[in-house]
């Protein structure tokens, strides 16, 4: 966990310059004291006590003040210090509080706690929960001959004392080191849910108002001056926690305020000031994150998630097409595959699926693209490009594919049929044919797909390198159909074999996000029942979908 390291938490209302002082002035005496500057609080700094978290701690600083009796060279000195605070228009000839500082007057800094403060006002008739302006100093003391010289100028300072209290807590969410992309195309969806421990109040049930501030990355801990500042609405409280949704139009106008660039990377600290009452207590931790204006190109994962198990394991299987907008070397669009190393695809040793991550704009249209094999021993070829099987059966070149990146499709799962010149033909393939009522509407981006026993069969599992009975629908790409324009119908060819009866059912979905619930379904739009049939070697089955649940024109 990564601490909040300020010893206070206040709105620091105006900063003054410090008067540094780089000799000393000892006039006709080596006893006597240089010029000294206070440094924190700065001038007319407002604290108001915390009577919810009254171990929070309050440093004080000032630099040191020399003389020559100081011993060169080391930091051995006779000067002892006392901070005092007086009431406005005092002269510190009567303080109203004179304290050591710490380690018995040497340190030129004093802690105090807010408990500490408190009691010290009160011990000199500030009234209970009163708000008071005070001025506050140091006297510095050289040694045994009482050499006295207080700081070069006094600063302002007004404490209220104890009224409304809010508990120390902590943030949980998002993670440490989490990254987010704004999404221009989607400016009042949700980008990121911010969850933290709900503080207790003195008195109890007081109400709390929530802020998002953060800094540029940080590791003090330093969060007396955001850069960026989020008023939180929308609070939910369940339990101890509390959580928020903020939308990228929400993250994107603040990180505008703040004035990161249309596209840029904000690399920031973030924390939760918790309200009530007036008085602000910050989160005890904090987290870093990563945010991406509108704008951005954002990583897009593409997976080859199931390909012939012919695929010879030492070749090398690359992307082509209009990838140019990526600015890799060599530049420009359908590059030959092998000569663009940022198109190659690795395989994932875990998943068994070929993957590459490419920086892509929302709204980016990459409208023409394949799959390529690359043989062991050749740098670069055209000629292994992926294969498909068309509505009549016969093996062709796979059209150019076309994707389109929404801002959340960052996972899109493909399948390559077959690989030109590599593998065989499966002996028996059968035809899966499904018509779709013409009332239905297939949401752009999504496609219909087959799940069931088909997936699992000795013939299937011996063409395809990954296979499996019910894979929920869009994560095996190769049981993805595609859609023949003459005929109106959505197909595929799969090798089955004489499996004999085997369960099967369409579904819509998409390889970025598999989905159950849009199964095929009856006219009422209730579920449809599995549909079976049984397969011989090369024979199929025709179907009809009347509706799908959850597509329209089912309620969604």
């Known amino acids: 966990m990564k601490k909040i390291l300020l010893s206070i938490w206040c709105l620091l209302l105006v900063l003054a310059g410090c008067n540094t002082n780089s000799f000393k002035e000892y006039g006709s005496r080596p006893e006597a004291l240089a010029d000294f500057a206070l440094l924190m609080p700065a001038t007319n700094t407002y604290l108001q006590l915390n009577a919810s978290a009254p171990a929070?701690?309050?440093?004080?600083?000032?630099?040191?003040?020399?003389?020559?009796?100081?011993?060169?060279?080391?930091?051995?000195s006779n000067t002892t210090y006392e901070w005092l605070l007086d009431r406005v228009g005092g002269d510190f000839s009567a303080p109203l509080l004179t304290l050591a500082s710490n380690n018995t007057g040497k340190?030129?800094?004093i802690t105090l706690t807010h408990q500490q403060i408190e009691t010290a006002l009160g011990s000199v008739g500030i009234a209970p929960k009163a708000k008071t302006d005070f001025i506050w100093s140091v006297r510095a003391t050289n040694g045994t001959k009482?050499?006295?010289?207080?700081?070069?100028?006094?600063?302002?300072?007004?404490?209220?004392?104890?009224?409304?209290?809010?508990?120390?807590?902590?943030?949980?969410?998002?993670?440490?080191?989490?990254?987010?992309?704004l999404n221009e195309t989607a400016p009042t969806a949700k980008a990121g849910?911010?969850?933290?421990?709900?503080?207790?109040?003195?008195?109890?049930?007081?109400?709390?108002t929530y802020k998002w501030v953060a800094v540029e990355r940080t590791t003090t801990g330093d969060f007396s001056r955001p850069s960026v500042m989020m008023n939180l609405s929308g609070v939910t409280v369940t339990g101890a926690n509390a959580s928020a949704d903020v939308t990228n139009q929400q993250f994107d106008d603040a990180l505008r305020a703040?004035?990161?660039?249309?596209?840029?990377?904000?690399?920031?600290?973030?924390?939760?000031?918790?309200?009530?009452?007036?008085?602000?207590?910050?989160?005890?931790?904090?987290?870093?994150?990563?945010?991406?204006?509108?704008?951005?190109?954002?990583?897009?994962?593409?997976?080859?998630?199931?390909?012939?198990?012919?695929?010879?394991?030492?070749?090398?299987?690359?992307?082509?097409?209009?990838?140019?907008?990526?600015g890799y070397t060599p530049?420009?669009?359908?590059?030959?595959?092998?000569?663009?190393?940022?198109?190659?695809?690795?395989?994932?040793?875990?998943?068994?699926?070929y993957e590459i991550t490419i920086p892509v704009p929302v709204n980016r249209v990459i409208d023409e693209f394949k799959f390529f094999f690359v043989p062991n021993g050749t740098s670069s070829s055209w000629s292994y490009g992926e294969r498909r099987f068309n509505?009549?059966?016969?093996?062709?070149?796979?059209?150019?594919?076309?994707?389109?990146?929404?801002?959340?499709?960052?996972?899109?799962?493909?399948?390559?049929?077959?690989?030109?010149?590599?593998?065989?033909?499966?002996?028996?393939?059968?035809?899966?044919?499904?018509?779709?009522?013409?009332?239905?509407?297939?949401?752009?981006?999504?496609?219909?797909?087959?799940?069931?026993?088909?997936?699992?069969?000795?013939?299937?599992?011996?063409?395809?390198?990954?296979?499996?009975?019910?894979?929920?629908?869009?994560?095996?790409?190769?049981?993805?159909?595609?859609?023949?324009?003459?005929?109106?119908?959505?197909?595929?060819?799969?090798?089955?074999?004489?499996?004999?009866?085997?369960?099967?059912?369409?579904?819509?979905?998409?390889?970025?996000?598999?989905?159950?619930?849009?199964?095929?379904?009856?006219?009422?739009?209730?579920?449809?029942?599995?549909?079976?049939?049984?397969?011989?070697?090369?024979?199929?089955?025709?179907?009809?979908?009347?509706?799908?649940?959850?597509v329209a024109p089912c309620p969604l």
């Not at 070069?152 to 902590?170: E, L, M």
């Not at 849910?193 to 008195?203: G, M, R």
């Not at 924390?271 to 009452?277: F, L, N």
């Not at 989160?283 to 012919?310: H, M, Q």
């Open 146 to 181: 009482s050499f006295k010289k207080l700081a070069f100028a006094p600063f302002n300072i007004s404490i209220k004392r104890f009224d409304v209290g809010v508990s120390a807590f902590t943030i949980t969410a998002p993670a440490d080191e989490a990254i987010l992309y």
């Open 258 to 326: 703040a004035g990161y660039p249309v596209a840029g990377k904000a690399d920031l600290s973030w924390a939760i000031v918790a309200t009530a009452g007036g008085l602000d207590m910050l989160s005890t931790n904090y987290n870093d994150i990563a945010i991406f204006r509108f704008g951005a190109a954002i990583p897009v994962k593409f997976e080859l998630a199931n390909y012939p198990a012919s695929t010879p394991a030492n070749g090398k299987i690359f992307l082509a097409g209009k990838f140019g907008f990526a």
């Open 391 to 550: 509505f009549a059966g016969a093996e062709e070149g796979m059209p150019n594919r076309s994707w389109t990146f929404m801002g959340t499709n960052t996972n899109p799962k493909f399948s390559v049929a077959k690989w030109e010149g590599i593998g065989s033909v499966p002996a028996q393939l059968s035809k899966f044919e499904v018509t779709v009522d013409a009332a239905v509407t297939i949401p752009a981006g999504k496609s219909v797909y087959l799940a069931g026993e088909i997936s699992g069969t000795s013939a299937y599992s011996a063409y395809f390198a990954k296979s499996g009975n019910w894979a929920q629908p869009g994560t095996n790409p190769a049981n993805e159909m595609m859609f023949d324009s003459g005929s109106g119908k959505w197909f595929i060819w799969l090798p089955i074999g004489a499996a004999g009866n085997k369960e099967f059912k369409p579904f819509v979905a998409s390889g970025d996000a598999p989905f159950w619930d849009s199964g095929m379904g009856k006219a009422d739009c209730t579920g449809e029942s599995n549909q079976s049939f049984v397969f011989s070697g090369t024979n199929g089955p025709s179907i009809n979908v009347v509706r799908f649940q959850k």
């Open 56 to 76: 929070t701690s309050v440093d004080i600083t000032w630099q040191k003040s020399s003389s020559g009796l100081d011993v060169p060279g080391t930091t051995q």
């Open 331 to 353: 530049a420009g669009d359908w590059q030959q595959p092998g000569t663009v190393a940022n198109l190659e695809l690795i395989k994932n040793a875990t998943t068994g699926s």
């Open 193 to 208: 849910t911010i969850t933290w421990v709900v503080p207790t109040t003195t008195p109890a049930g007081q109400a709390l």
């Open 107 to 109: 340190d030129t800094k």
